[in-house]
């Protein structure tokens, strides 16, 4: 299937609608593992629509702005199908095309923006009740840099943990272990986190597989609102 054709038949607009074919859907789905581009605007499609319906859930006065007000179904019970199925396909084109004019653009150039992460230093050798304080926005990643302190045992690699105040663990990370170097900057990934204290637990791995725990460290996250 040819790229243009796919743009200006608004085939990916139509997938996202269920109004292709079965021929022209397999055609498309083909196309699809080899353009990027359209495999990308599925994807982002795919989920703002998802998004847009829990937002339209959760505001019915912005249903009833969009969805034309109903008209009497014609005789049928195919014909009120269609009747009924008219205003949600309304609705969907504007919220993908509001995706493909709007939001699709914005999140490509924020993407591209250099930006300022919070930071706190985490010290595995530092013992105490108290830690540093990293404050994030709701949602926003921050930067930890982790500093593992040698004991004279050769790793081949470090796991680190983080576990959130619920005492849950959140993800786990390899590290290597580079000679010389003690210090490593981990970027941790925005989600939706609540504030508090967050553990950060080390283990060295050796080459045979042997885990050793190392030791664990504190932080504090403050959310900003």
């Known amino acids: ?3 243009d054709v796919v743009v200006q038949e608004k085939m990916t607009e139509k997938y996202l609608l269920d109004e292709l074919a079965p021929q022209q859907r397999d055609d498309f789905e083909e196309h699809l593992f080899d353009c990027k581009d359209c495999a990308e605007d599925v994807r982002v499609g795919v989920m703002f629509v998802e998004h847009s319906k829990i937002i339209l859930a959760e505001n019915p006065e912005l249903v009833a702005a969009l ?3 109903p008209v009497p179904p014609p005789a049928g019970w195919l014909a009120w199908l269609r009747a009924l199925a008219l205003p ?5 084109l504007v919220v993908v095309g509001y995706q493909n004019l709007v939001t699709y653009p914005q999140l490509q150039a924020a993407l591209k923006k250099p930006h300022v ?8 050798g530092t013992w105490g009740a108290g830690g540093p304080t990293v404050t994030a926005g709701r949602g926003e990643g921050f930067l930890l840099f982790i500093r593992i302190p040698p004991d004279g045992t050769v790793y081949d690699h470090y796991t680190a943990d983080l576990i959130n105040p619920a005492g849950k663990l959140e993800w786990s990370l390899t590290i290597p272990a580079v000679a010389g170097q003690d210090q490593w900057p981990v970027e941790v990934p925005g989600a939706n986190r609540e504030a508090g204290t967050y553990k950060v637990a080390v283990h060295g791995v050796s080459a045979t597989g042997e885990i050793k725990d190392k030791s664990q460290a504190s932080f504090e996250l403050q959310i900003q609102q």
């Not at 949600?88 to 969907?92: D, G, I, P, Q, S």
């Open 1 to 3: 299937m040819n790229h």
């Open 67 to 69: 969805v034309p007000a």
């Open 88 to 92: 949600v396909m309304a609705t969907l």
């Open 117 to 124: 992460l919070p930071v706190a230093s985490v010290n595995l």
